[in-house]
């Protein structure tokens, strides 16, 4: 067995499951099996918050970790909470977790999590240009990452698509619950794709969530001018995003003394990864 690198510890918390696992942060790979614990009905900030310190506790973990939130999430303040309770809305979610835990935390988007894990260790990984990375599950979660930058909260999942939000039809939640054929999917997908394409036209569309499994049944119905690939770290990716930023905030941390690093302030170069930067300014440029 290869020697263990640098450890991190991240956990990726959905509409419907919370899961967490320690991260080999040079290989971007998972140390041992992830732990998930379905998401709690109503899935309240305390609700929540009970999870994930179990979930560390689970692990032992001790030491700062990663957090990701499937809504939107500025200077560690939850913004929008589409698929949790409201009461998400204005929380102080870094905060809630390091109360729970003990631990510091950084909490950032899923996708945008998932964005820099595609775009360090996956299929986005040497992309020059625009990469939007989506992660398919209970809604649709985006990150944009442009020329190595990720541009943070483009909550794309929820552009107006035909009148209608557009997860709604084009999540991997809407094809099960809908019990839509591949080949019906398909179309909202296409739809949707197409939509995003003509409004940014990117380089790459990396697509992520646990429905990438079986990308073979859906990647090939798509007609798209955009080159379109599924996500290689599929449903870890958010684990292991969150747990790189949280290192760079560490690292960050100890190298300016400040203790209220945010996402907004990491590089995460800062961890030893060259190709990623967190943008404060939410469009490419």
Not at 202 to 215: E, Q, T, Y
Not at 229 to 240: C, M, S
Not at 247 to 269: F, H, I, N, Y
Request: glycine share 14%.
């Amino acid at each position: 067995m290869s020697p263990v690198g640098r450890q991190g510890f991240g956990v990726d918390i959905g509409g419907s499951g919370i899961k967490g696992a320690v991260v080999d942060l040079d290989e971007g790979t998972l140390v041992g099996d992830r732990f998930k614990v379905a998401t709690p009905q109503p899935s309240t900030p305390e609700a929540i918050s009970a999870v994930v310190a179990s979930v560390v506790d689970h692990f032992g973990w001790d030491g700062p970790f990663g957090a990701t939130f499937p809504g939107a999430v500025t200077s560690g303040v939850v913004r929008t909470a589409a698929n949790v309770d409201p009461g998400w809305v204005g929380a102080d979610i870094e905060d809630l977790f390091t109360k729970v835990t003990g631990q510091a935390v950084i909490a950032l988007n899923d996708a945008d999590a998932a964005g820099v894990a595609e775009v360090t260790f996956g299929a986005a990984k040497g992309r020059d240009g625009l990469v939007v990375i989506s992660t398919l599950g209970t809604g649709i979660g985006t990150a944009l990452i442009h020329r190595g930058v990720l541009v943070p909260n483009c909550e794309l999942g929820h552009l107006e698509i035909d009148g209608r939000d557009a997860e709604t039809k084009a999540s991997a939640a809407a094809r099960e619950r809908e019990g839509m054929s591949w080949e019906r999917w398909a179309r909202h997908l296409d739809r949707y794709y197409q939509t995003v394409e003509n409004l940014l036209w990117p380089d790459l569309f990396v697509i992520g969530g646990g429905v990438s499994r079986k990308a073979d049944k859906f990647l090939p119905l798509l007609h798209l001018r955009t080159p379109v690939v599924a996500a290689t770290l599929r449903n870890e990716a958010g684990i292991v995003g969150a747990a790189l930023l949280a290192a760079a905030a560490a690292q960050t941390e100890a190298a300016t003394g400040r203790a209220d690093t945010t996402v907004d302030d990491v590089g995460v170069d800062d961890a030893g990864v060259d190709d990623v930067g967190v943008d404060e300014d939410p469009r490419p440029g």
